[in-house]
């Protein structure tokens, strides 16, 4: 059974910095492609950053530079660094990953940029 428990979101000012963390059980992270997506409300979940399982990464325009996904394959965690945080990184955070023929998502965090 897949699990995914993301957690390190909460209230930071602009121009601040968080990591969230994505801890994953029934699948190894090493081996999967994972996913962080955020959703504001009203709106669809869009794809933030992207770990191929090589190691490649993916981030969408308005995050390069200022956020980055990494992994520890020892404790199967996912990470997203989050610096610079801007008004508009406030979402709801999610972890993803895709497994053949089902999809998986954490159960979110929220994380709030303001002065």
């Known amino acids: 059974q897949v699990q995914l428990v993301e957690s390190g979101g909460g209230l930071v000012q602009p121009g601040g910095s968080l990591r969230l963390s994505c801890a994953a059980s029934?699948?190894?992270?090493?081996?999967?492609?994972m996913d962080w997506y955020r959703q504001t409300p009203g709106n669809q979940r869009e794809l933030v950053a992207r770990?191929?399982?090589?190691?490649?990464?993916y981030y969408r325009d308005s995050v390069k530079g200022r956020f980055t996904i990494s992994r520890d394959n020892a404790k199967n965690m996912v990470y997203l660094q989050m610096n610079s945080l801007k008004r508009e990184d406030t979402a709801v955070y999610y972890c993803?990953?895709?497994?053949?023929?089902?999809?998986?998502w954490g159960q979110g965090t929220q994380v709030t940029v303001s002065s």
């Open positions: 993803f990953c895709y497994v053949i023929g089902s999809e998986y």
């Open positions: 029934g699948i190894s992270v090493s081996s999967k492609t």
């Open positions: 770990m191929f399982s090589g190691g490649d990464t």
